[in-house]
């Protein structure tokens, strides 16, 4: 999950605190401490995370950066909002990336192989998804994503 082209970078500090590495910030005020913890947990030894906090309407991905010769490793967060229709909706932050994933036009297969689940797993998570959004199709799915559509709601 790539965060969009609105998202505002900090550095998560040794402390577990996040620092804004720009001036200003888009986003307003979000619970930077919420989010701090959530990256630790996540990131673990991995160089690269992503995860959607639906409460708090933020899409988050975390890499671990090493600087070069000094032997310290940061890590540099990406958060931004979540687009609209995400947050109208009751997917959970798996189905969320499958249906963006499915959206793009990735294949059942591709897509488990990106998120490391079986083809089946990926299947039964995509008539969730339709069922939840009142949609039978990948196109609708797609036009959904991108904004082409209107979700109903209720």
């Known amino acids: 999950m790539l965060p969009s082209d609105e998202a505002s970078l900090f550095l998560l500090t040794p402390d577990g605190e996040l620092t804004s ?10 619970d930077t401490r919420t989010v701090a913890r959530r990256v630790r947990s996540e990131l673990g030894t991995r160089p690269r995370c992503g995860f959607t906090l639906t409460h708090l309407g933020l899409q988050v991905t975390a890499w671990h950066m090493v600087a070069q010769g000094k032997g310290m490793d940061s890590v540099l967060v990406a958060v931004a909002r979540v687009p609209g229709w995400q947050r109208e909706t009751d997917l959970t932050s798996r189905q969320l990336e499958i249906a963006q994933h499915a959206a793009l036009g990735a294949t059942v297969g591709e897509i488990g192989v990106e998120l490391r689940i079986s083809p089946h797993t990926v299947r039964t998570h995509l008539r969730d998804i339709y069922r939840r959004l009142g949609i039978s199709s990948r196109v609708e799915l797609a036009n959904l994503v991108h904004g082409q559509a209107a979700l109903a709601i209720g």
């Open 21 to 30: 590495t720009s001036r200003g910030d888009a986003l307003g005020p979000f």
